[in-house]
């Protein structure tokens, strides 16, 4: 059942960050801007985010088996479409299209991993596979700057697309849903009652800010800023600009598996993403004062920031322990919802004010400083809101 899992969630990790090192190509071929190509990575994470809604419904209704390989059939499609793509509305098309169809990749195993293990193991088995699907980021890197060197942007998407499709017959063949999770009298009887009663579970309000901007950040700079901050603040170029990208890739998923025995030690979800959110808003800010002045800095601050600043699983954990069983499946969507629409929202943002810096002509250092400082205060006020939160309930 894992790796049935963990493959797709590998795919998702990859297209969910290979546009920085694509960006070039796409630019050429597709006659696009820094904003157009921010609008094709923000296209992915909304189409992300809008589809936790129906995920959440068809995970309590049909099962994640289901659910899942209907996802990643849109998916496949968006892939080839990428791949054929001519210009900047095929292309946010076809990232629309990818997005929807990873929607459902780490939901179901979230899912399954609530139902299937006891309460306590939440935490340390979705870092588990977080951990290990987010090494689809750093393929995503130097991996795939040699192929597309090898067989160009085109063939190499397409390649992707069959790599999905095989993804999505072995899950279709290894998965098993789980029994049914039946309300309680007086449950739930509606989608809409359902999400009124999951948004009205007041331990979960503090949390929310935190899950908009926390990941935000972190693939803002993954998959847009780190190649153009590199190459025109600290002058990297070729090899270095993709090793780069690949070992921030790598500090997520080091992070994600970091997270698991800091959560151990200190036994608690809130205190472990507390923990690691203080430690990236304090990189930020450093990055964003400081890091233009030396790359020897810079790149520590970017994976430092990259390791500890998407607590993802720590602060669904947090979550989850809130969440009635019935609504598992819309519970913990809607938390993602949260997550992804921020990381769209940072994406669409960030590439505006990249665009108008530019044509204002601001410099390069100046530019990329004021973004992560930005970056630094906005989490360290969410953080202070996430403080208020009650513990996880064990």
């Known amino acids: 059942m894992f790796l049935a899992l963990l493959f797709p ?4 990790q990859f297209y969910r960050a290979f546009l920085a090192v694509v960006a070039g190509d796409l630019s050429r071929d597709l006659g696009l801007d820094a904003a157009g190509l921010a609008s094709l990575q923000a296209a992915y994470l909304l189409a992300f985010a809008l589809a936790q809604v129906p995920v959440g ?6 099962g994640p088996r289901r659910t899942l390989a209907f996802g990643m059939s849109a998916a496949v499609v968006g892939g080839v479409l990428l791949a054929l793509a001519s210009g900047l509305a095929q292309g946010i098309a076809a990232m ?3 997005g929807a169809g990873c929607a459902p990749v780490l939901m179901a195993g979230f ?26 980021d750093p393929l995503s890197g130097m991996p795939l700057a040699l192929a597309v060197g090898t067989f160009g942007w085109r063939p190499t998407l397409l390649g992707i697309a069959g790599i999905t499709a095989a993804s999505l017959a072995y899950g279709a063949v290894a998965l098993r849903d789980p029994p049914r999770a039946e309300a309680p009298p007086g449950g739930a009887i509606s989608p809409i009652a359902g999400a ?26 993954r998959g847009l800023w780190i190649v153009p901050y590199l190459e025109g603040v600290h002058g990297f170029a070729g090899a270095g600009l993709s090793l780069s990208a690949t070992a921030m890739g790598l500090a997520i998923a080091a992070g994600a598996l970091l997270y698991a025995p800091l959560n151990r030690v200190l036994r608690n979800a809130k205190y472990a993403a507390a923990w690691g959110v ?11 004062l400081v890091g233009a002045s030396s790359a020897a800095l810079a790149l520590p601050l970017l994976l430092l920031v990259a390791c500890f600043g998407a607590p993802f699983a720590m602060v669904m954990a947090h979550a989850r322990s809130f969440m009635p069983a019935h609504l598992l499946g819309q519970g913990v969507t809607i938390m993602n919802l949260v997550f ?3 990381a769209a929202l940072g994406q669409w943002l960030s590439g505006h004010y990249v665009r108008a810096a530019q044509l204002a002509e601001v410099v390069p250092g100046d530019i990329y400083g004021r973004l992560f400082t930005g970056f630094g205060l906005v ?16």
């Open 340 to 342: 992804m629409g921020g």
């Open 379 to 394: 989490l360290g006020l969410t953080l202070a809101i996430y403080l208020l939160s009650p513990r996880e309930r064990r």
């Open 96 to 98: 629309a299209l990818v």
């Open 57 to 62: 419904l068809a995970l309590d209704r049909f």
């Open 196 to 221: 009124r009663q999951i948004l009205g579970i007041r331990a979960l309000w503090p949390l929310f800010p935190l899950a908009l901007v926390s990941y935000a950040c972190v693939i803002a700079t």
């Open 111 to 136: 899912y399954l991993i609530a139902r299937t293990y006891p309460p306590a193991r939440f935490a340390t088995m979705s870092s588990l596979l977080i951990g290990l699907g987010s090494l689809g």
């Open 9 to 12: 969630y590998l795919l998702s």
């Open 278 to 288: 203080a430690v990236t808003t304090v990189a930020w800010l450093a990055l964003g």
